[in-house]
């Protein structure tokens, strides 16, 4: 049978399972044994289906494909994965008899990699050019003999013509592009006392079940949902989701239910239906359903953590949808998860924006330190201007020096004029520690009146204690700039001279900090150190002469 004979009741089945596939292998972690498990049940029925000698011909149009002349197959999801394999750069899909397993779960990995990469990736072109998938081929740029000699050899068979022994004569017509070999598919017809090509393959449930070849009803609810052309109708329609979901999250099969939760998550954000109150309805739904499963709520997470690729930022934006409630859940895993995952939080919170800052606001206040100091660096890497309030409230309350600085460092970050006037009335507080703190968290602040405090602090002796003065040289060489060098220059200044011991530990520190600074006016003061200073400065500001080379 030729690939024209393949009929769209027999390859729709296989689209589907290479949708579900592609899906997996997007949603899933690799890990999870859940995407092992739909990815084999696919690669069984293709195995299954490609058994017989039939060569499968696809065209990817925009919303489905082209199953030989005038079949068209579209539905939920075939649209998504002709785009997939459009975007990487292929039009015209052939698959060969004799498929392995193996074979078509590289074939999918790469697909996964191409829909996920910002720009066209070569991987999926090279391997369908190559030896690497030698029953996957593209119609575009595949290894057309190769499809060419099959198909010869299927219209042989056909038409009773003693088949070719070898690959063909490589002459003139063997130069013509694929066309040439789809037109002996159309030209021969199979003969009518040949069976249809489904009553070759093992039966659904001998395959992979009693759904194999059964088209997913959650499709078909998803399209109703994105038409719905009313409240109750979108209403009716989640009900018959949360319906389907339920028996397939018992056997553990997540796929079907991160997808829809997806687009329920756009629905959210009023991308659904135009119907005024969808939104919420669509909101209440995804909440349901996300946090009605732990495994289900751990993917939905666990994939806005995935590298910067398009299903992460879906995920982030389905976290957006969820709201406040899975704040609590990203804030553990910000500090029990990888340092990626650390430094992946503060960016997922700036997205999801004032739904997430009162969750911190109110970690504010929780009796564990460490809490305390994760929410006030929190709010400072989201730079909300809402936090000022509670975190100038924690800078007069708190005791634990931790806490202070983190409060101290995340209002220098939010930079507002009313953060700034605290830090700088902060540094003569009475409190060493809050004008310690204050010291440090101006240091991460380029605005001028900041910068200009710890200058202040740094050239009068008198104004504030030695730890807090140790903590602004330190501050300003963070910051750099010929102000702060000035100042550092003009503390080295202090009438008694270059050697008296007192003052030796904060000299030191000045000179550290100036070694760290670039510009003639930090080497002249440095050369200057090494002539008038005592042994222990003289050394000191050797080495950080050579830290300037």
């Known amino acids: 049978m030729s690939g024209a004979g393949w009929r769209a009741a027999t390859a729709m089945p296989l689209l589907l399972e290479l949708t579900r596939a592609l899906r997996a292998r997007r949603f899933y972690l690799p890990e999870d044994p859940a995407q092992a498990s739909v990815l084999q049940r696919a690669a069984r029925v293709w195995t299954a289906a490609l058994a017989r000698s039939a060569v499968l011909s696809l065209h990817a149009e925009e919303n489905g494909f082209e199953l030989g002349v005038g079949v068209q197959l579209s539905g939920p999801g075939l649209g998504d994965l002709s785009r997939a394999l459009r975007d990487a750069g292929v039009s015209s899909l052939v698959v060969l008899p004799g498929l392995r397993e193996e074979e078509f779960l590289l074939f999918v990995g790469l697909l996964a990699r191409a829909a996920d990469a910002a720009a066209p990736e070569p991987g999926l072109m090279r391997a369908l050019a190559t030896a690497e998938l030698p029953h996957i081929c593209s119609g575009d740029a595949g290894p057309i003999s190769l499809v060419r000699e099959e198909l010869a050899r299927e219209g042989a068979r056909e038409t009773g013509r003693p088949e070719p022994d070898g690959p063909q004569d490589s002459g003139s017509d063997s130069d013509s592009d694929l066309s040439s070999g789809q037109q002996v598919q159309a030209d021969a017809e199979p003969p009518e006392a040949e069976a249809p090509i489904e009553s070759a393959l093992p039966s659904s449930h001998e395959i992979t079940g009693e759904l194999a070849f059964d088209a997913n009803p959650i499709d078909d609810l998803i399209a109703e949902l994105e038409r719905s052309p009313s409240l109750a109708n979108y209403e009716r329609v989640c009900r018959s989701i949360a319906s389907e979901l339920e028996q397939r999250m018992h056997d553990k099969d997540y796929v079907d239910a991160y997808r829809t939760a997806l687009v329920l998550g756009r629905h959210s954000a009023g991308l659904g239906p135009k119907l005024v109150q969808v939104p919420r309805c669509a909101s209440d739904t995804l909440r349901n359903l996300v946090f009605g499963s732990e495994e289900l709520l751990r993917i939905s997470v666990q994939r806005a953590y995935a590298p910067a690729t398009g299903s992460a930022v879906e995920a982030v934006q389905l976290l957006v949808a969820l709201g406040a409630e899975i704040v609590p859940r990203l804030l553990e895993e910000h500090t029990r998860g990888s340092e990626d995952a650390q430094a992946l939080t503060p960016g997922i919170l700036v997205v999801m924006g004032d739904s997430a800052l009162p969750v911190l606001i109110s970690e504010l206040g929780a009796e564990s330190p460490a809490r305390v100091r994760r929410a006030a660096r929190l709010l400072g890497e989201m730079q909300h201007p809402r936090a000022e309030s509670p975190l100038i409230s924690l800078l007069g309350s708190s005791n634990d020096d931790g806490i202070l600085r983190e409060a101290a460092r995340s209002l220098a970050r939010i930079g507002t004029r009313r953060s700034i006037t605290t830090l700088c009335d902060a540094l003569t507080s009475r409190r060493g520690r809050v004008a310690w703190a204050a010291a440090y968290g101006l240091g991460w602040t380029g605005e001028q009146r900041g910068r200009a405090a710890l200058c202040e602090v740094v050239r009068d002796p008198g104004r504030s204690g030695d730890q807090v003065r140790l903590q602004a040289v330190s501050s300003l060489a963070r910051l750099g700039g010929a102000d702060a060098i ?49 042994r222990f400065l003289r050394d000191a500001c050797e080495k950080a002469l050579r830290g300037l080379q």
């Open 486 to 534: 000035e100042a550092l220059a003009d503390s080295l200044e202090e009438s008694g001279g270059w050697n008296r011991k007192r003052v030796r530990g904060f000299r030191l520190a000045v000179v550290e900090a100036l070694g760290r600074m670039q510009g003639e006016r930090a080497r002249s003061v440095l050369e200057r150190g090494m002539r008038e200073g005592d």
